[in-house]
C-alpha cells in the first residue's frame, strides 16, 4: 500500500518558471512532512519540512503548501534555475515515541531548461 | 546536521557473491538506517539497527540477505549476501537527529551495486 502518492514522475520548466510537485496522504497520524532534493550520485538531502499546524512554509525560493482537510502538500519552486534540476521526494512521518520511519513517494525527476 | 560516509561509494559485483558496505558517522547515534533505491525509483527501508540488539527488518527483507552489524553508536554495516543481478540498486545509509520542527533525516552519499 503507497501511502504517499506523488505527482507528476517528470517535469520539466522553463528557467524563471515555478515547479510545482504535488503529494497526497492517507494515513491521518502523519504530522511531519519534508521534502529532500536528490542529485544524481548523491544521497537525499532534507530540503525543507512543514507540520500540519501551519499552511504555508518558505524558505528562499521554495515554499510547502499544506492542506489537511485533503491531505495533501505541494512544494512550489518559485524562480526555477538549472541547478534545481534534481529528483525530489516528498515524505511523510508520524512523529510519536518509537516512530522512526520516514514514508517516501516515488520522485520527480525535475529539469530546468535554460 | 549529521556527516554520513559510506564505502565503498560503488562497485560491480559476480553473482553469488556478497558486499559490506560500511557507514560512518561523525557523532554518536542512537539510531541507524538501511535504504534501497533501486534505479529511478523510490527509497525502501530496508532495516533499522540500533546499538547492541538485532536489527528490525522491514516486510521483504530478511537478515540472511541482509545481515546488519551495529557495533558501536556511530557505526554500521550492510552485508548484500549471495547476490543477485536483481540486487543491483543504490543502498543508503541514514540517521535521525531531532530539528526544528522535527525529526530531521540525513543520507549518506550511497553505494551503487550493479551485479552481473
Known amino acids: 500500500q503507497q501511502q504517499v502518492k506523488q505527482s507528476p514522475q517528470s517535469l520539466i520548466v522553463q528557467k524563471g518558471g515555478i515547479s510545482i510537485i504535488n503529494c497526497a496522504y492517507e494515513?491521518?497520524?502523519?504530522?511531519?512532512f519534508p521534502w529532500y532534493q536528490q542529485f544524481p550520485g548523491k544521497g537525499p538531502a532534507l530540503l525543507i519540512a512543514?507540520?500540519?499546524?501551519?499552511s504555508e512554509k518558505k524558505e528562499g525560493r521554495f515554499t510547502i503548501s499544506f492542506n489537511k482537510s485533503a491531505k495533501q502538500f505541494s512544494l512550489h519552486i518559485m524562480d526555477s534555475q538549472p541547478g534545481d534540476s534534481a529528483t525530489y521526494f516528498c515524505?511523510?512521518?508520524?512523529?510519536?515515541?518509537?516512530?522512526?520511519?520516514?514514508?517516501f513517494g516515488k520522485g520527480t525527476k525535475l529539469s530546468v531548461i535554460p | 546536521s549529521a556527516v554520513i560516509s559510506q564505502k565503498p561509494s560503488r562497485d560491480i559485483c559476480q553473482r553469488g557473491t556478497s558486499l559490506t558496505i560500511q557507514c560512518q558517522v561523525d557523532?554518536?547515534?542512537?539510531?541507524m538506517f538501511w535504504y534501497r533505491q533501486q534505479p529511478g525509483q523510490s527509497l525502501t527501508l530496508i532495516a533499522t539497527?540500533?546499538?547492541?540488539?538485532?536489527?528490525?527488518?522491514e516486510s521483504g527483507f530478511v537478515i540472511d540477505k541482509f545481515p546488519i552489524s551495529r557495533p558501536n553508536l556511530t557505526f554500521s554495516t550492510l552485508t548484500v549476501s549471495n547476490m543477485s543481478p536483481e540486487d543491483s540498486s543504490i543502498y543508503l545509509c541514514?540517521?535521525?537527529?531531532?530539528?526544528?520542527?522535527?525529526?530531521?533525516?540525513?543520507f549518506g552519499q550511497g553505494t551503487r551495486l550493479t551485479v552481473v
Open positions: 512543514i507540520r500540519p499546524d501551519v
Open positions: 557523532s554518536q547515534v542512537t539510531m
Open positions: 541514514s540517521v535521525s537527529r531531532g530539528g526544528v520542527i522535527g525529526t530531521e533525516a540525513f
Open positions: 539497527a540500533n546499538q547492541g540488539s538485532e536489527a528490525t527488518y
Open positions: 515524505a511523510a512521518k508520524y512523529s510519536g515515541a518509537g516512530s522512526y520511519q520516514l514514508t
Open positions: 494515513n491521518t497520524a502523519f504530522d511531519y
